[in-house]
């Protein structure tokens, strides 16, 4: 029993904290995937206004997220 | 003796209709001249490239409506303000009892919230559309990033037209919400916040007495 109180004394804080930010950035990483589908459903329904910069910013806006949560991964 | 009617000749002029085996041109003079781009709110006869899902052969697109763009102030000042807001954070230093690493990821998320939501609240706009074509009425609603809802119904089906504007904001830059009544499925749309109410109405009003005049004449397109 003291065994598991020691153990859970010597948890680091901040490394919970880094674990959920990083779950943080990955939901956002997966949501603006959920948008770049989205843009892409929306512009085949009504083609022709700005399709394909729509799209390009869609997946822009994607790999900016993605590249965000490796930066965070790799250097926080 | 005078023709009491002559509605077949005064027709869109980039249409044609077939009667009695004749084709004959067709000139809508209720609608105005060829305006807006793809980021304005009230698009008169856009280019051919523009097309919609279930968009037919022959049919064409006259007006394309979306919420006049004084509906977009609000958020965008929000999203200014929200912009500016991490600068506050030298005069009020409520991070400081925070590692130098997880400040700057507060930072970094605070930044991509406000993007999400500045592209959520873009694409909410630009893709709440209005479609009125020669034969329909096409409603599609960008509800949120993961619903949307596409609703048509055929211009001789609308029952009732009507308009709201209100507020000193609407009477200002001139836009309100039109309700059209129809027969159809889906009963009631209402196109929210669109540009020149008066001038829609009228061109809807226009257009379903010409279908009415159509069906009555037993006219084909």
Not at chain 2, 53 to 77: D, M
Not at chain 2, 139 to 156: H, R
């Amino acid at each position: 029993m003291d065994q598991f109180v020691f153990s859970l004394l010597n948890i680091n804080f901040w490394a919970i904290i880094k674990a959920f930010v990083l779950l943080g950035f990955l939901v956002y990483a997966i949501f603006a995937f959920v948008v770049v589908r989205q843009v892409k459903l929306m512009t085949e329904v009504v083609n022709g206004m700005m399709t394909v910069a729509l799209r390009f910013v869609s997946w822009l806006f994607f790999l900016f997220s993605v590249i965000v949560f490796i930066f965070v991964l790799l250097f926080f | 003796m005078p023709d009491l009617y002559s509605a077949s000749t005064a027709k869109n002029k980039n249409s044609t209709i077939k009667s009695s085996g004749a084709t004959m041109p067709l000139i809508r003079d209720f609608i105005p001249p060829a305006q807006g781009h793809s980021l304005s709110s009230f698009i008169v006869l856009p280019n051919k490239n523009i097309r919609f899902e279930t968009q037919e052969p022959e049919e064409e697109i006259l007006l394309i409506l979306r919420a006049h763009w004084a509906t977009n102030l609000s958020w965008f000042l929000v999203a200014l303000l929200l912009f500016f807001a991490p600068a506050l954070l030298k005069y009020f230093p409520l991070l400081t009892s925070l590692p130098v690493k997880f400040q700057m990821v507060f930072v970094i998320v605070w930044y991509l919230i406000l993007l999400m939501y500045v592209f959520e609240k873009f694409l909410s706009w630009f893709f709440n559309l209005t479609i009125i074509t020669d034969e329909r009425i096409v409603d599609v609603d960008f509800l949120n990033l993961t619903t949307k809802k596409v609703a048509d119904t055929e211009i001789e089906k609308i029952q009732d037209i009507s308009f709201t504007r209100k507020g000193v904001v609407e009477t200002v830059c001139n836009f309100g919400d039109i309700l059209v009544q129809t027969a159809a499925e889906k009963t009631q749309f209402v196109f929210e916040k669109v540009p020149n109410p008066t001038q829609v109405v009228t061109i809807l009003q226009r257009l379903r007495t010409e279908e009415k005049i159509e069906t009555l004449e037993g006219r084909i397109r």
